[in-house]
């Protein structure tokens, strides 16, 4: 199974940005569709960014605009840049595969505050 290690996060000024990584202690080659998630305090997960091996991508429409997913299949890696942050993007953000999910990480907690 899968492993996943998310980090990047920190706090941050709105307008601010940031870059999360994830990285996988597995291959992430045969997982077609990897995504980021959040969750903030009360509220549900919610899946912001997804990318597929072809790099294909789609967004919430809450952070289109401002958040870009990539990913390094080489490196086992994905990417969120998060740029023009605001407070209501705070949440703890965690990466999984789309489908057939892996074993959720801790995540890493983005705070956007003045």
């Known amino acids: 199974q899968v492993q996943l290690v998310e980090s990047g996060g920190g706090l941050v000024q709105p307008g601010g940005s940031l870059r999360l990584s994830c990285v996988a202690s597995g291959s992430i080659f045969d997982i077609i569709v990897m995504g980021w998630y959040r969750q903030a305090p009360g509220k549900q997960r919610e899946l912001v960014a997804d990318?597929?091996?072809?790099?294909?991508?789609n967004y919430a429409d809450s952070v289109k605009g401002r958040f870009t997913i990539s990913r390094d299949n080489a490196k086992n890696t994905v990417y969120l840049q998060m740029n023009s942050l605001k407070p209501e993007d705070t949440a703890v953000y965690y990466c999984?595969?789309?489908?057939?999910?892996?074993?959720w990480g801790q995540g890493t907690l983005v705070t956007v505050s003045s």
């Open positions: 999984n595969r789309v489908y057939n999910q892996a074993a």
């Open positions: 990318i597929t091996n072809r790099g294909s991508t």
